[in-house]
């Protein structure tokens, strides 16, 4: 059992021509079980042709129609990648995943906007992934994304987190420590985003197959506290929190889109402090994530 995808996933590849969607969609198919569960691409001036021996379509649409795939990944450029998850969406497909960074937020304002109206006219909801994120993987079943595969194992440990780097950094120091993962889900660092926290975290919980998990978050935006406080009341899991940017100023962005201190509450020492009063475990040391998580099992 894993959240959102699992070895029997089928999935669509928007922007598979190009040169990132290339490289990383060969590594998808060689990890794991992706050779069956990379099944279509999408780009309308190749359609009909194949790469990697996934065949090309015109639109998302058609290519869900024709493979049965419910979920997509984007690795459109940034001009033209809200117009690609828009697509996704009105082909009704589960999830889709963006990989895109810096997509304009106006657009990425405008295709929210969208989605909501659509959600309350009564039509399909779409789980977003992203954008500019690392991706999903389900340990030795399927990887999604741009996330190096060799250093998961598969396991009963969740990981969550707006960066990718320390979600890898998260992932590398359990499969060290012997600890498999049964999912790890980056939620990009961009301020519109889809998929939060705290989503992320009641899936965790409700998954019979993991059973602890690390929630790293950083500066910047309500997020990790709003997912702090439902897990005070409804985590039935220990969790290990690292929030990253404790020396960040004020009014300075720092790398993500989303990463700047506002007010109060969006430093990193105040969402420690939220995390902690909530019932994880912290740490302000990113390199003691996989040793804190491992005596708390």
């Known amino acids: 059992m894993s959240i959102y995808v699992n070895k029997d996933t089928k999935v669509i590849t928007q922007g598979i021509t190009g040169k990132t969607g290339q490289f990383h969609t060969e590594k998808c198919i060689e990890y794991a079980n992706g050779k069956h569960c990379f099944v279509a691409g999408v780009n309308p001036k190749k359609a009909g042709e194949k790469i990697f021996d996934v065949p090309i379509y015109a639109t998302v ?113 359990l499969t060290e420590l012997g600890i498999g993962q049964s999912s790890a889900v980056g939620i990009g660092g961009d301020p519109i985003n889809g998929l939060k926290h705290i989503d992320v975290m009641k899936a965790f919980n409700d998954d019979p197959d993991t059973d602890a998990v690390i929630m790293i978050g950083e500066i910047g935006g309500p997020d990790e506290a709003d997912a702090a406080r439902w897990c005070k009341q409804h985590m039935k899991k220990p969790v290990v929190g690292f929030i990253a940017g404790v020396t960040a100023p004020a009014g300075k962005r720092m790398g993500h889109a989303g990463a700047l201190i506002s007010g109060g509450a969006d430093t990193a020492n105040a969402k420690l402090a939220i995390l902690e009063e909530c019932g994880f475990k912290v740490t302000r040391n990113p390199s003691e994530m996989g040793k804190l998580l491992k005596s708390l099992l």
């Open 61 to 173: 649409k058609e290519a869900a129609q024709q493979t049965g795939a419910t979920v997509s990944v984007i690795y459109v450029p940034p001009a033209g990648a809200a117009a690609a998850i828009w697509e996704a969406v009105e082909a009704d497909l589960d999830f889709v995943i963006c990989i895109t960074e810096g997509i304009p937020v106006k657009d990425m304002l405008e295709v929210r906007s969208k989605m909501r109206a659509k959600e309350a006219a009564g039509g399909k909801k779409t789980l977003l992934l992203g954008p500019n994120c690392p991706g999903i993987i389900t340990p030795e079943e399927i990887k999604i994304g741009i996330m190096p595969g060799h250093i998961h194992k598969k396991g009963r440990v969740g990981v969550v987190s707006r960066s990718g780097t320390l979600t890898y950094e998260a992932v590398a120091q």
